[in-house]
């Protein structure tokens, strides 16, 4: 059917809404990438600055994300282009984030799928060998490639049904499902002995360690986890129906994205400093450091280890399609392309872009664009520049491009829902937000050790800016 032509497609219930917004936000930000952040910031200081930065900068982008995104009823560039052409390039960059996330994102989704087997057919046997198995398997060529191309169309399977049928539908029964998997690690991990130094660990801020750096850390992953500044919140926004409350759906969603990187972290760290592990190893921590400490459990551990990749693996999917559905939709909107066929042109790409990051942990690890292998230039790329800066377009957008009555209305339904907090909200993202934003992109940016990198990433906001009203 050609759906670009007729009716836009939309969310089927509200309960559907909330479980595809927080499968986007809740992935492998929230459980891989979240606690190695924390296991190397430091701690409770690093989880203090996120909480602030989530619940400062992330919910209002959020909801002007969501109100957005229904005004426009269109995706990314379509909406930004609908208001004002001379943001369109803040839509684009977002379809580019949407690519670049994805250039590393299904190479992870693929070693997590690969885990849950590998977690009974032997990987847990030997926990001293669990490090170096994992470096061989990340390194090898074919095997890796295998996993993420089982996982990238998985994706594709799913936003090829749709927005109700697919991503809804998928979302529904995936998110609950991670929930449930995740408390249960969470209670084991607890009730180790020796725990409390983890609860410690994470819970008792120690500021010492904190420096620039951990503030830029500490925003980009806000962003990342709660899927903000490339348009995907606008996106999922888009599909909407006017009867909905857009502020109580933007801070449910962010409540339910924090709430699983708080649990997360409370499966891994009780039980890492439990076995007197390190916490500071880096992005191998769930890899490494967690089947290590399900190894020492003895049976019960390979069980527990099955159940982790598993929600693992299905928070990872939500996300991903999310990603999917976000250059998706701009060529459905925008492009006037049919699904199935947007769907695959996209997903090819990304297929590409997946084999050059998974190869570069190993065959093509001595090829270097701006310094840095394929699966880095993707992930710092977005994680240190575009998203921050992304999340700023959209607050400058919002705050000083659109009307202030408009959105008043977005937010209210046209009155007839309260927003007591509507003032508070509109001039923290019309001032504070771009301000602060700011300071630390500046700040953390100027720390980038890739410099042409990051002068590749500034020149690429500049000239899409430039020729924002051709785009
Ligand atoms: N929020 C997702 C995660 O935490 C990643 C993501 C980023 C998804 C941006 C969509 C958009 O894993």
């Known amino acids: ?133 994992f470096g061989t398997f990340i390194t090898s060529s074919i095997e890796p490639l295998v996993w993420m191309l089982i996982y990238l169309l998985a994706n594709i399977l799913i936003v090829a049904r749709g927005v109700q049928g697919g991503i809804e539908k998928a979302s529904k029964v995936m998110m609950p499902s991670l929930y449930v998997l995740f408390i249960i690690i969470a209670i084991r991990s607890i009730t180790l002995p020796g725990a409390g130094a983890g609860l410690e660990f994470i819970f008792k801020p120690d500021f010492s360690q904190v420096t620039g750096s951990t503030f830029l850390a500490a925003l980009g992953q806000a962003f990342f986890s709660l899927s903000l500044g490339m348009g995907c919140m606008l996106t999922y926004g888009s599909y909407l129906s006017k009867e909905e409350n857009l502020q109580k759906n933007a801070l449910i969603v962010t409540l339910m994205d924090t709430s699983v990187a708080l649990i997360a972290a409370i499966a891994i760290f009780p039980a890492l400093f439990a076995f007197g592990m390190e916490p500071a190893v880096g992005p191998g921590l769930v890899f490494v450091v967690v089947p290590s400490i399900f190894a020492q459990m003895g049976g019960i551990g390979v069980i527990l280890s099955v159940i982790f990749f598993i929600a693992l693996t299905l928070a990872a999917l939500t996300s991903s399609v999310s990603l999917l559905e976000v250059v998706v939709a701009y060529l459905i909107d925008e492009r006037k392309m049919e699904r199935k066929k947007s769907v695959n042109l996209a997903g090819g790409i990304m297929v590409i872009t997946g084999i050059l990051s998974s190869l570069s942990m190993g065959a093509l690890s001595g090829v270097k664009i701006l310094g840095v292998g394929f699966f880095d230039f993707f992930d710092i790329l977005t994680d240190k520049i575009f998203l921050a800066i992304g999340g700023m377009l959209i607050a400058i957008f919002v705050g000083w491009f659109m009307k202030k009555e408009d959105l008043k209305d977005e937010l209210t339904n046209g009155g007839t829902i309260k927003f007591g907090l509507f003032e508070l909200w509109y001039n923290v993202t019309k001032y504070i937000i771009p301000i602060a934003i700011g300071v630390v992109a500046v700040a953390g940016i100027m720390s980038i050790e890739q410099t042409a990198l990051m002068i590749f990433g500034i020149a690429l906001i500049v000239v899409l800016a430039i020729f924002s009203k051709k785009l």
């Open 1 to 133: 059917m050609e759906k670009s032509q007729g009716k836009r497609e939309s969310w089927g219930s509200r309960i559907g809404f909330i479980m595809a917004a927080a499968g986007s936000a809740v992935g492998l930000g929230n459980i891989w990438r979240f606690p190695y952040l924390t296991g190397t910031n430091g701690g409770g200081a690093f989880i203090l600055i996120y909480l602030v930065f989530v619940l400062g900068v992330g919910l209002s982008i959020m909801t002007a994300e969501f109100a957005v995104g229904r005004r426009a009823n269109l995706a990314a560039a379509g909406a930004f282009k609908k208001f004002n052409p001379r943001f369109t390039f803040a839509g684009v960059l977002g379809v580019l984030s949407a690519f670049f996330i994805m250039g590393f994102y299904p190479v992870v989704g693929g070693w997590a799928l690969a885990y849950v087997f590998k977690s009974v057919t032997g990987l847990l046997s030997n926990s001293a060998a669990i490090g170096d198995y």
